[in-house]
């Protein structure tokens, strides 16, 4: 927002061909791809990985790591492995994010929304999400009032502001990235809500989509890096940008994929899968205070965890209710990619 003499100009959130031009820019600006750059990467996590399977057994399963996995991980080890062994909490910003979701993918794929309602709770029982069904049908009639309007105006501001991609796009919605390490002993996995282009041999050409219901957080950047190393990877060559739309303001972050954004994510993977392999070897977890210790399942066991919590008023675990609480508990406030955390410490 602007002044200028005695009127406001407002910034307007970017609509149609103004979005879509943000996605996908001028082809000639688009960074050049050199060819050594994903062999570079991947030989670089091969050696910082070398002998940290060794704890595992021969049999193990693979350590499979997500976005979920290096933000619990890395934010504290005691806290993802309590939320590992304790039922699934779902909330209405958990359930709002799965809705949405699913009538964004509707939407870019086939330009139509009929009832944002019916049609998102026929997408999420498509999916199979049971927690999210039971939970939605377990609401009084004034909450699923009010949380079928969000979704309702959620889904008028998508259909308002997304044009649907053109078929010569490539758009793809739900993508699945998946990078074997260490012989297979390590899976880098995710879920990639929206993807334009395909892969280039010259120029760069992919574009990543996140896509949230909820408010801006700085730890959406970091999941993004990651899928930016993901993609480079596996494709051998680097998406040249990196976009998260919030379905509620219309807002749109976009950045570039440079060097230091893959190298960033690279680093932060080391030392992520450095933890989770420990953890699955049986190690004791480290205990790291930090600003959900009030929300913990561990807490009750936690000495450093019931100091960080202090004076908090007591809540039950799981009782968030706020955005920014329960995006960081749950690590995830939409339904795309949620399922992909699939037991990586069990394994």
Known sequence: MSRSGSSIDVIRPPEGSALLERLRGQTTARPTVDPGLAGGLRDWLEDGLAGVTDGLPVDAAPVRVTKEALTGVLMCEAHLMARRTSPRTVTVELARGSLVDALFRQWVTTGRLDDPWPDALGAVRADGDTDIIDFLEAMDAPNSRELAREVAEHAAGVVARWPVPSPTWLPRTQERLVVPLVG???????????????????????????????????????????????????????????????????????????????????????????????????????????????????????????????????????DATTDDDFSLLAETDTGGGGGDDEQELEE
Do not use: M
């Open 184 to 318: 297979g002993r390590v899976v880098l996995s995710g879920v990639v809500d929206l993807a334009f282009g395909g892969p280039a041999s010259e120029r760069a050409s992919v574009c990543v989509v996140e896509i949230k219901s909820g408010r801006r957080r700085v730890e959406h950047r970091g999941d993004l890096h990651f899928y930016a190393l993901l993609e480079t990877l596996r494709s051998g060559a680097p998406p040249f940008r990196i976009a998260t739309y919030y379905t509620r303001t219309g807002e749109l972050d976009v950045e570039p994929v440079t060097d230091d954004v893959l190298v960033g994510a690279l680093q932060r993977v080391l030392a992520g899968t450095v933890r989770l392999c420990r953890l699955a070897a049986g190690t004791e977890p480290t205990r790291t205070p930090n600003g959900l210790c009030a929300w913990c399942a561990a807490l009750p066991g936690c000495e450093p965890g019931q100091a960080r919590a202090g004076t908090d008023v007591p809540r039950r675990v799981g």
